[in-house]
């Protein structure tokens, strides 16, 4: 976590000195990933979705098209 007086500073700095700091944090963000992420490696995904209920949604569809 930032100290007070390390936000202080970053707030004091002006507009190119704060997109150096941002560009520099970003770069060292770059190289931990890097470090973490082994190439050729698989790593497993996230996701919100839920399929659960796509099973129902496909009998309601064959109903919906028998009717008509």
Do not use: P, W
Request: overall charge negative.
């Amino acid at each position: 976590m930032l100290s007070g007086d390390a936000i202080e500073l970053l707030r004091s700095l002006n507009h190119a000195d704060k997109l150096s700091a941002i560009q520099l944090l970003i770069s060292d963000l770059v190289k931990e990933e890097a470090d973490f992420l082994k190439s050729g490696l698989s790593y497993e995904s996230s996701s919100l979705y839920d399929d659960s209920g796509d099973s129902e949604l496909v009998e309601l569809a064959e109903i919906d098209d028998e009717r008509f």
